[in-house]
Nanobody, 126 residues
């Protein structure tokens, strides 16, 4: 059984920062890739960032490059999303995801991620 629990969401002013954390309860966490998605009401899950377990290779959606940083601490079974220079359009529910599939070109497809957290709300005001 794989469980993911996010924390760190909340409210911020535009230009501010938040740090999300996701603790993954699974054996051999360092065999899984981690990712963050976000969703606004009425829309599909939107890929934000992903990190490869073996060498911390990362990938980001264009709109968050230079503002968001994904990282992981395998000793703590945790993946993080540091968000800076927040914009109102970043407002969404953020979800942590994990998978054991190869780190490949289908990273942005939420259907290709096996395990999900319950989500944490991020609200950015102007």
């Amino acid at each position: 059984q794989v469980q993911l629990v996010e924390s760190g969401g909340g409210s911020a002013q535009a230009g501010g920062s938040l740090r999300l954390s996701c603790i993954v309860s699974v054996r051999a966490w360092n065999n899984y890739h981690g990712a963050w998605f976000r969703q606004v009401p009425g829309s599909e899950h939107e890929f934000v960032a992903a990190i490869r377990w073996s060498d911390d290779i990362t990938r980001y959606r264009d709109s968050v490059k230079g503002r968001f940083t994904i990282s992981r601490d395998n000793a703590k079974n945790t993946v993080y999303l540091q968000m800076s220079s927040l914009k109102p359009e970043d407002t969404a529910i953020f979800y942590c995801a994990a998978r054991g599939r190869p780190f490949s070109s289908d990273l942005e497809n939420p259907a290709k991620w096996q395990y999900w957290g319950q989500g944490t709300q991020v609200t950015v005001s102007s």
